[in-house]
């Protein structure tokens, strides 16, 4: 049978040919050494204990993840669930230990259980209901993301405290995360090396109908394979939310895609047959450390996407590139290749040691740089409200002379967290954060308090940890404002519709809180339907659409930000401005426009480029050692017609 390594046909005796080999069938280990070497070289802050150890916890829940989806891509299959079923096994461990008193050891089995359940339904579809199996994760996707958010009710879910020490460290320095990929890397090697299941792995994806014929159970073995792809999933969503001391239901959202890159760039074949856990290992931490390496330098959160799926895409080149220059399966067993991938592994650590310390004296007695150094995190900038929030920072950050890092954590708490350990091990003068979740940002911020760096958050609080400062509007006072525009308006009477943010964010929560507060004063207002549109214009657009076919009287409507007002100004059309107002939040240029235009009634305006104003000039006064306000309040004002004309922002 075929086994995980792949050996050259050609060139097997000649120095050149041995050294063409090793690249070709080492191609991830050579990208992962070059990498290290360079960002070595290029910063300073890369080659440091701290930082290190952020590279193996960032790596941690990818390569979790990763070797489940090994298993599957060995058999020539696709697990696209994976990142949903991981938030929803940590959901149902925390919803069952912490609000129904579900012991914490068996909260733990229910969580692997629910993976164990999402696996086998993936097995069940592609072996017996002859689904192709992107179809069928595809709809395991939806369905699992659904359930995380049906059972937390959109809401993160604290996670219980004896397990959330699996987001600690022992001995105050070595991260449990890091141990429990190594634990779940080799059991995937034992799995796929010394098991029986593993040889079918390899097998059913070298030629399925060869491994029918020759006795193998085909579609009990792809139960199996699947069922295992959901145990890691569980075990990576348990250690992300004990990161992030929270259970989210939007947690590991995208991260599929990351571990099957991770799995393609260690060396396995999307066509089956090939792969192994030590190059999927290999292939995470490659992605880990571009992230790392690119925030250390300051690159654009936009061009690092650029650049990860430039990397992704030369990661599939090499794999044609070696099966073209002739690499063949080698037979299981083999003790001398494995000899070999040991000594291949070994000299590559001696090389990546000896050139590592060579670099390591480039930075050896540097000064330190003349200029503060701050580092922002913001939750997205795929919204103007936050692209204002930006523009304010660096201004000011200009204008005093900070060096100003900003990172984009794409609505993601973990993206986030990893950022900030980033910033941390930096060692930055100052940190800002404007947090995705204000429960998912406190052990970072925990971790920068404890390295006596400042920390301001922005337009969002953090909760259970200590921030130098807030820098914010009231978001709930801004929701009370926003219903009572829209109540004075109808007169107090009248049925509306709520576009609330995304689900399980902060500023969602409080906005919407608002609206409920505000809206007791007015009982003649009836709320007929409050949807999410998650902050997008597209969507509200959508949701907007939907919700006139059930609601064509509406008579008023109420968003939690100024892009899904607008969204929802295309679906009414003509009656926007006119027989429907519609309120929106934030105060964007687009959404002033169309105040400014008619179309929308009123925006309740934060002022983002004056929150980001301030908090860098917070963010310099806390480093330098001066006071600040430990709450320093930018207020919110309802900008209709009738005033967006003295409006600044």
Avoid at 29 to 34: N, P
Avoid at 222 to 247: D, E, P
């Amino acid at each position: 049978m075929a086994t995980d390594t792949l050996k050259s046909t050609t060139g097997a005796s000649g120095a050149p040919g041995g050294l063409r080999r090793l690249l070709l069938d080492n191609g991830a280990l050579t990208a992962l050494i070059v990498l290290v070497i360079a960002l070595s070289a290029l910063s300073g802050d890369f080659l440091t204990t701290d930082n290190l150890l952020n590279i193996g916890v960032q790596a941690a829940v990818t390569a979790i993840l990763a070797f489940g989806v090994t298993f599957v891509i060995v058999a020539a299959g696709i697990d696209l669930s994976v990142g949903s079923v991981a938030a929803l096994s940590a959901t149902v461990l925390a919803w069952s230990a912490t609000q129904h008193g579900v012991p914490v050891v068996l909260a733990v089995v229910l969580a692997v259980a629910t993976g164990v359940a999402a696996g086998l339904v993936n097995g069940f579809l592609i072996a017996y209901g002859k689904l192709p199996p992107f179809i069928a994760t595809l709809a395991m996707l939806s369905v699992g993301r659904g359930l995380s958010l049906v059972i937390s009710g959109g809401v993160p879910i604290p996670f219980p405290d004896s397990v959330s020490h699996l987001g600690d460290t022992l001995g105050d320095w070595l991260p449990v995360p890091v141990l429990v990929m190594i634990v779940m890397g080799l059991l995937a090697a034992f799995v796929l090396g010394r098991t029986y299941i593993g040889r079918s792995m390899y097998a059913i994806g070298g030629n399925e109908e060869a491994a029918r014929l020759s006795g193998l159970r085909v579609k009990k073995q792809k139960l199996a394979i699947y069922a295992l792809s959901g145990v890691f999933a569980a075990v990576a969503g348990i250690v992300l939310a004990s990161r992030l001391s929270s259970a989210q239901p939007q947690a590991a959202d995208g991260y599929e895609l990351d571990a099957i890159a991770a799995v393609v760039i260690g060396g396995a074949s999307l066509a089956g047959g090939t792969g192994k856990a030590s190059g999927t290992l290999v292939g995470a931490l490659i992605l880990a450390v571009l992230r790392n390496g690119l925030n250390l330098l300051n690159v654009s959160a936009f061009w690092q996407q650029v650049v990860i799926g430039v990397v992704i895409a030369l990661a599939v080149l090499l794999d044609t590139v070696r099966r073209k220059a002739g690499a063949t399966p080698v037979t299981s067993g083999g003790g001398g290749n494995k000899g070999k991938q040991a000594a291949t592994y070994g000299l590559a650590a001696v090389v990546t040691v000896a050139v590592v310390g060579a670099t390591s004296f480039l930075h050896n007695g540097s000064s330190a740089a003349a200029n503060p150094k701050v580092g922002l995190s913001l939750s997205t900038l795929n919204n103007p409200f936050f692209v204002g929030v930006r523009s304010g920072a660096q201004a000011e950050a200009k204008k005093l002379g900070v060096d100003l890092t900003v990172t984009d954590a794409q609505n993601d708490a973990s993206q986030q967290a990893n950022q900030l350990q980033n910033f941390t091990s930096s060692s930055l003068d100052a940190i800002i954060v404007n947090p995705v979740d204000s429960d998912a940002a406190s052990n970072s911020v925990k971790a920068a308090d404890k390295a006596k760096i400042p920390v301001i958050a922005v337009d969002r609080g953090v909760n259970k940890a200590t921030v130098d400062a807030l820098v914010a509007s009231d978001n709930i006072a801004g929701g009370e404002q926003a219903a009572k525009t829209i109540a004075e308006k109808l007169g107090g009477k009248g049925k509306i519709v709520i576009l609330q943010g995304q689900a399980g964010t902060s500023a969602a929560r409080e906005r919407a809180q608002g609206f409920a507060n505000g809206l007791k004063a007015y009982p003649g207002i009836k709320v007929v339907a409050q949807q999410p549109a998650d902050f997008d214009r597209t969507k509200g657009l959508d949701v907007m659409s939907n919700l006139l076919q059930a609601h064509p009287d509406v008579q008023g409507v109420i968003a939690a930000n100024d892009e899904m007002a607008l969204g929802a100004i295309k679906a009414l059309g003509s009656k926007a401005g006119t027989s429907v107002p519609v309120v929106g939040f934030d105060g964007t240029p687009d959404g002033l426009n169309a105040v400014k235009a008619g179309t929308l009634y009123a925006s309740v305006a934060q002022q983002p480029t004056q929150l980001g104003r301030i908090a860098v000039d917070n963010a310099l006064k806390a480093s330098q050692g001066k006071k600040v306000e430990q709450t320093v309040k930018v207020p919110v004002k309802v900008v209709t017609k009738d005033n967006v004309a003295g409006f600044t922002g």
